[in-house]
Nanobody, 119 residues
Framework: QVQLVESGGGLVQPGGSLRLSCAASGRISSIYTMGWYRQAPGKQRELVAAITSGGSTNYADSVKGRFTISRDNAKNTVYLQMNSLKPEDTAVYYC?????????????WGQGTQVTVSS
């Protein structure tokens, strides 16, 4: 079992910045992918950014150049630095942890943290 604890959400004005953190604990392997998803009201949950154990990253086109994902393997923690925030970034952000195993791997989710961008 893997547990994920998120922090860092809040209310910011357009153009502001936030940094989200997600700490993993439990049965953690050395090979895993962590990422951030978000879901706005009336929309599908979408991938924002992901990072592999080797450091490869992937970003949604809508956040490229503004958001940066990183990880600290010693702390089993992933971060999402969000700059130049826009109202359309408003959503609940969920941390995801994936590790291989079984038939299709194992996926775990954080509790979600609200990010609101408004003037």
């Amino acid at each position: 079992q893997v547990q994920l604890v998120e922090s860092g959400g809040g209310l910011v004005q357009p153009g502001g910045s936030l940094r989200l953190s997600c700490a993993a604990s439990g049965r953690i392997s050395s090979i895993y992918t962590m990422g951030w998803y978000r879901q706005a009201p009336g929309k599908q949950r979408e991938l924002v950014a992901a990072i592999t154990s080797g450091g490869s990253t992937n970003y949604a086109d809508s956040v490229k150049g503004r958001f940066t994902i990183s990880r600290d393997n010693a702390k089993n923690t992933v971060y999402l630095q969000m700059n130049s925030l826009k109202p359309e970034d408003t959503a609940v952000y969920y941390c995801n942890f994936y590790k291989p195993g079984g038939l299709g791997g194992y996926s775990y989710w954080g509790q979600g943290t609200q990010v609101t961008v408004s003037s």
